[in-house]
């Protein structure tokens, strides 16, 4: 009785396997090759080809029963097939946990190793199988201004065979201020004064953010200006001497610029007579 074993694929068992007749201890038996048995008794035999390696196997299942005639040489043959295995994998989960007033409507983005993105919603866990194992990089775009990722936008992680590793993402998206506007001015009416003599007026300003403090300048129309600083909105009152030799009239504006840099102004037109 012969025992033949022939291997193809490209990794084939580096040990090669075993062979036992009728239950017999098992024995050696290269990846490609054929061993005769002498003295085999005549009648049906089975033999078992064992020792396998994971990714190999045998076509027709790995028992054969033969019949030894006398005089004669019966093969048990055994074809086996070993690929290469694929790489060990594990799986990868992305996951969002977003908190504020004003999530993002559309979502994110997730991309790993800078494949192309692909959507993820606001808190949700996506799990992808089939990774290969090692180091990854996962990176969430498509925020909204108004959100922030706490850590960064980046996470690199490990994955291992059989198991899943996770990339969180904890985002925060409160609702944004309203936009900033500028102070609304209120120089008041149109007014006369006399040369010589204190003219005073009053003004207001009120601001829609309340975002102060608030610095004002008074152009008081004649090369001459009044600057200051007002911790509250409201009304406010200021003075200048005008000094003219003719009867004319001065426009003074009045400009308050708030926290932010905006500012807003207003004019009136002061007639200057002689006493």
């Not at 036992?20 to 005549?42: E, H, R, W």
């Not at 049906?44 to 064992?50: M, N």
């Not at 009416?189 to 007026?201: E, K, M, N, V």
Request: some cysteine; proline content about 8%; aromatic content about 6%.
């Amino acid at each position: 009785m012969a025992v033949t074993t022939s291997t193809s694929g490209a990794t084939p068992d580096p040990d090669g396997y075993a062979y036992s007749v009728d239950g017999a201890t098992p024995q050696p038996i290269a990846d490609n090759q054929t061993i005769t048995l002498t003295g085999v008794a005549t009648g049906s035999h089975t033999v078992v080809l064992s020792g396998l390696a994971a990714n190999c196997t045998v076509s027709g299942g790995t028992s054969r029963t033969v019949t030894v005639t006398a005089g004669q040489t019966v093969t048990a043959s055994f074809t086996v097939s070993c690929p290469t295995p694929p790489p060990p994998t594990g799986s990868l989960a992305v996951t969002t946990s977003t908190s504020g007033g004003t999530p993002d409507p559309d979502g994110y983005a997730y991309s790993v190793d800078g494949a192309t993105p692909q959507p993820i919603a606001d808190n949700q866990t996506i799990t992808l199988t089939g990774v290969a194992t090692g180091s990854h990089t996962v990176v969430l775009s498509g925020l909204a201004a108004n959100c922030t990722v706490s850590g960064g936008t980046s996470r690199t992680v490990t994955v291992t065979a059989a198991q899943t590793v996770t990339a969180s993402y904890t985002i925060s998206c409160p609702t944004p201020p309203p936009p900033n506007v500028a102070p609304v001015v209120n120089a008041g009416s149109d007014d006369h004064a006399l040369t010589g003599l204190l003219y005073s007026f009053s003004w207001s300003f009120s601001d829609g953010n309340h975002n102060g403090p608030w610095s004002y300048t008074i152009d008081w129309g004649d090369g001459q200006t009044s600057t200051g600083n007002e911790p509250t909105e409201g009304t406010f009152s200021a003075g200048h001497t005008y000094i003219i030799v003719l009867p004319r009239s001065f426009t003074i504006t009045v400009t308050v610029t708030d926290a932010s840099g905006a500012s807003g102004s207003d004019s009136k037109v002061v007639s200057v007579f002689l006493l």
